[in-house]
């Protein structure tokens, strides 16, 4: 099994019939892992990165709805590739970043390399707050609510 998971969308178009028809859209990601440690996220990401995001648009994500974020290195830790001040794309399943909020970005990257989603869908985000790094999941993994700057230190090496 290849160390990177990605997470499946499938789209269900619901058409309501009443006078008129409308469409409306839901999202349902499948995940292959729910992480039950931060240390698990780390292992089944390429890239473990703070980031503030600058701008965000629209886009289709492997046939849903989503968005890709652009964001700037703000500390690369150990990577091998990305350095602080460099603009990474982030595909989201969820819209999950904000431009002008920092985050503690769990990565891997997608398959040309050159755009990166987030590890577990949303579950690789953590929003930088007074009190540290606060998670943004929206799913059921058992990953800490939040991440403090002595934590912090270890993940990024």
């Given at each position: 099994?290849?160390?990177?998971?990605?997470?499946?969308?499938?789209?269900?178009?619901?058409?309501?019939?009443?006078?008129?028809?409308?469409?409306?859209?839901?999202?349902?990601?499948?995940?292959?892992?729910?992480?039950?440690?931060?240390?698990?996220?780390?292992?089944?990401?390429?890239?473990?990165?703070?980031?503030?995001?600058?701008?965000?648009?629209?886009?289709?994500?492997?046939?849903?709805?989503?968005?890709?974020?652009?964001?700037?290195?703000?500390?690369?830790?150990?990577?091998?590739?990305?350095?602080?001040?460099?603009?990474?794309?982030?595909?989201?399943?969820?819209?999950?970043?904000?431009?002008?909020?920092?985050?503690?970005?769990?990565?891997?990257?997608?398959?040309?390399?050159?755009?990166?989603?987030?590890?577990?869908?949303?579950?690789?985000?953590?929003?930088?707050?007074?009190?540290?790094?606060?998670?943004?999941?929206?799913?059921e993994d058992s990953?800490?609510?939040?991440?403090?700057?002595?934590?912090?230190?270890?993940?990024?090496?």
């Open positions: 099994l290849p160390r990177l998971r990605r997470a499946a969308a499938a789209v269900l178009v619901v058409v309501a019939l009443s006078g008129c028809a409308s469409t409306s859209t839901e999202v349902f990601v499948d995940r292959a892992t729910i992480y039950e440690s931060i240390d698990q996220l780390r292992d089944d990401s390429t890239d473990v990165v703070t980031a503030t995001a600058i701008s965000q648009r629209e886009a289709t994500v492997n046939g849903a709805p989503g968005a890709i974020t652009q964001l700037t290195v703000v500390d690369a830790g150990t990577s091998a590739t990305l350095a602080a001040d460099d603009t990474i794309a982030v595909s989201e399943y969820h819209a999950v970043l904000a431009a002008g909020e920092t985050y503690l970005l769990f990565l891997s990257r997608e398959g040309n390399g050159q755009v990166f989603y987030l590890t577990g869908a949303s579950a690789g985000s953590y929003l930088l707050t007074d009190d540290g790094y606060e998670w943004q999941g929206v799913d990953l800490p609510a939040r991440i403090t700057d002595d934590e912090l230190g270890a993940l990024l090496g």
